[in-house]
Antibody, heavy 122, light 111 residues
Framework: QVQLQESGPGLVKPSETLSLTCTVS??????????WNWIRQPPGKGLEWIGY???????KYNPSLKSRVTISVDTSKSQFSLNLSPATAADTAVYYC??????????????WGQGTLVTVSS | QSVLTQPPSVSAAPGQKVTISCSGS????????VSWYQQLPGAAPKLLIY???KRPSGIPDRFSGSKSGTSATLGITGLQTGDEADYYC????????????FGGGTKLTVL
């Protein structure tokens, strides 16, 4: 397993860009052994998969968010990032980064960050 | 509204057994592996079961997973007060709206 840590602003204004970074330790963001994911959880609600990046460039996004989401990797900093634009109040949630080993199956997140609350409000 | 359907809540006494269901369709559970997560209050989710019925290292055998057709089930035996948490199923959706999907979550209360 790898260790993950989210960072970024806790407050974002509506119509602006929600940007978060996940720092990875104990593993490589540039290799092909892990899918790097973002997952969110609105207050008091369930989990929602946002998307992943794999092997430094291949991405897949939740169809409901696809038009507003970008996930990228900075291999020099061992980080991957989430951009969501434009942000709305409905994007208020705890955001988790999670690692999924490259295997025969999907949605097997064996490593999680502690989560960071992002509030979208003016 | 979640693609995968879970009961909102289940409860049982300490030492007893409980099952949590996760219902989907042929485009998700019916053709893809299911995973299960435990989320303790204020914590990140933790992987309990992957590939329908496999346990990661460190997960006790009190937790088990099974699947039949388009439904999956998480079983927990010998309930402990520390098992009180939210539980989520997850899988891949293979339709035109392909992507990861979770159930709405089930709150387990250990009475």
């Amino acid at each position: 397993q790898v260790q993950l840590q989210e960072s970024g602003p806790g407050l974002v204004k509506p119509s602006e860009t929600l940007s978060l970074t996940c720092t990875v330790s104990g593993g490589s963001v540039s290799g092909s052994s892990y899918y790097w994911n973002w997952i969110r959880q609105p207050p008091g609600k369930g989990l929602e998969w946002i998307g992943y990046i794999y092997n430094s460039g291949s991405t897949k996004y939740n169809p409901s968010l696809k038009s507003r989401v970008t996930i990228s990797v900075d291999t020099s900093k061992s980080q991957f990032s989430l951009n969501l634009s434009p942000a709305t109040a409905a994007d208020t949630a705890v955001y988790y980064c999670a690692g999924e080993p490259d295997s025969n199956s999907w949605m097997d997140f064996d490593s999680w960050g502690q989560g960071t609350l992002v509030t979208v409000s003016s | 509204q979640s693609v995968l359907t879970q009961p909102p809540s289940v409860s049982a006494a300490p030492g007893q057994k409980v099952t949590i269901s996760c219902s989907g369709s042929s485009s998700n559970i019916g053709n893809n592996y299911v995973s299960w997560y435990q989320q303790l209050p204020g914590a990140a989710p933790k992987l309990l079961i992957y590939e329908d019925n496999k346990r990661p290292s460190g997960i006790p055998d009190r937790f088990s997973g099974s699947k039949s057709g388009t439904s999956a089930t998480l079983g927990i035996t010998g309930l402990q007060t520390g098992d009180e948490a939210d539980y989520y199923c997850g899988t891949w959706e293979s339709s035109l709206s392909a992507g990861g999907v979770f159930g709405g979550g089930t709150k387990l209360t250990v009475l």
